[in-house]
């Protein structure tokens, strides 16, 4: 090509290039910071704590229920704060989570083993399949009674519970992830010679992720209410939990106690929910329906 065309090619192209280049300049420009980004995140919960904490002052006003049945705010909050500042509570929060995070690991595991067996095979899916499903919608309370009698009131009556609470979501999860994966990436995966588990490791496991990841957030919420009812009917002696602080509170008419409890409760709920949400929004940038200025 000649000179006086490559420089004419050059010129018709650099208004075009100005243009985009502006265009990304200003969108650059428009991007908030991360500290906008969070407080953008975090005003409206602060707003709805305020909120629930006023309209929950104002019933108390208005002596609804006497102070020590519903007591304000102001006394829950005071007891909660002594509460942190003994071990007493520590120690019933280290024992809830041992038990949570050891009975989710053993659900998570039957669960991505039970979703892959019946993902994989027919005659699973068509047997049990159904199955997974109505465990998963039966209530985790119903459970107890057997549980007790077979392991009588031992931290495996609850681990059991914990288990049959939260394995059928993570399973559900699994089987729904490998059904959802485009038929289009088992082409390519199958042409370039993966086969059996290597399929499942390099195409399937990777495309079924965000499946999994949302039936592992289930399955920690199902965990979690199924440890809770455990902990109020399994007492075991020497062995402080949150559980048996509300049950205890209860038997004692200590409202503030139990409230207190009660927001411990809560406030770890949303961690682990704030950890999950975390994940998946990662998981959405990375398969481009999340805008990778909104982490």
């Known amino acids: ?12 192209a650099n208004p075009q290039l100005s243009g985009l280049d502006a265009l990304e300049t200003a969108v650059r420009r428009g991007t908030p910071s991360r ?17 629930f904490l006023a309209f929950w002052q104002v019933v108390a006003w208005t002596n609804w229920r006497p102070d020590y049945v519903l007591p304000g705010p102001v006394p829950v909050f005071q007891q909660l704060g002594e509460d942190l500042a003994t071990l007493d509570l ?20 039957v669960g991505l083993a039970l979703g892959l067996a019946v993902a994989r ?3 699973l899916r068509s047997a049990i399949g159904s199955m997974i499903t109505a465990l998963q919608t039966m209530p985790s309370i119903a459970w107890f009674p057997l549980a007790i009698l077979l392991f009588q009131l031992t931290e495996s009556a609850i681990l059991f ?7 059928p979501s993570i399973a559900n999860g699994v089987i729904a992830g490998v059904d959802y994966v485009p038929p289009l990436l088992l082409r390519v995966g199958r042409n370039i010679g993966a086969r059996g588990v290597a399929l499942y490791r390099h ?4 495309a079924a992720l965000p499946w999994i990841v949302a039936g592992l957030k289930q399955g920690w919420a199902f965990a979690w209410r199924s440890l809770m009812a455990g902990e ?4 075991i002696a020497e062995k402080p939990s949150l559980g048996v602080r ?30 999950f949400s975390s994940v998946d929004r990662r998981l959405r940038a990375r398969w481009g329906v999340l805008d990778q200025t909104s982490l």
């Open 161 to 167: 519970v914990i288990v049959l609470g939260a394995a």
């Open 35 to 51: 500290t906008a980004r969070l407080w953008a995140g975090t005003w409206p919960k602060l707003l709805a704590v305020a909120l």
């Open 90 to 109: 520590w120690r019933a929060v280290g024992n809830t989570m041992q038990r949570g995070l050891l009975g989710f690991a053993l659900a998570t595991s």
């Open 121 to 123: 095979s027919r005659i």
């Open 246 to 275: 509300l049950q205890f509170a209860r038997e004692f008419a200590r409202a503030t106690d139990m409230i207190a409890t009660m927001i411990v409760i809560l406030v770890i709920g949303l961690l682990v929910d704030l950890a």
């Open 203 to 206: 195409v399937i496991a990777p």
């Open 232 to 235: 109020l009917l399994v007492i």
């Open 1 to 12: 090509m000649a000179p006086s065309a490559v420089r004419t090619t050059v010129e018709g």
